[in-house]
């Protein structure tokens, strides 16, 4: 089993930032990958960003792509999510998610891939 904790949302204005942490316990040495999606009312939820967890290779949705940063730290057995000139439309509640088993990158974007999901943040960016 793996626990997943997220925290770090919040409201902010247009083009400012925030940093959410993922923090998991458990059986966290053999996740292969950690993942940030994010859901906005009435829609589905959205991949935003994955980081392999050996080897630190990270993917990045096209929409957060240059604003957005995903790191860990293997010591503390937390991902984070660097969120810069944030915008309207980056307002979600925002979920970490781990898998245990390798997967292409194509189904690293896919919600359905993922054993292991937080609670949610909430951030809210006012424009």
């Known amino acids: 089993q793996v626990q997943l904790v997220e925290s770090g949302g919040g409201l902010v204005q247009a083009g400012g930032s925030l940093r959410l942490s993922c923090a998991a316990s458990g059986r966290t040495f053999s996740s292969y990958a950690m993942a940030w999606f994010r859901q906005a009312p009435g829609k589905e939820r959205e991949f935003v960003a994955a980081i392999i967890w050996s080897g630190g290779s990270t993917y990045y949705a096209d929409s957060v792509k240059g604003r957005f940063t995903v790191s860990r730290d293997s010591a503390k057995n937390t991902v984070y999510l660097q969120m810069n000139s944030l915008k309207a439309e980056d307002t979600a509640v925002y979920y970490c998610?781990?898998?245990?088993?390798?997967?292409?990158?194509?189904?690293?974007?896919?919600?359905?891939?993922?054993?292991?999901w937080g609670q949610g943040t909430q951030v809210t960016v006012s424009s």
């Open positions: 998610a781990a898998v245990l088993r390798r997967l292409t990158v194509g189904l690293l974007r896919r919600p359905a891939s993922y054993d292991y």
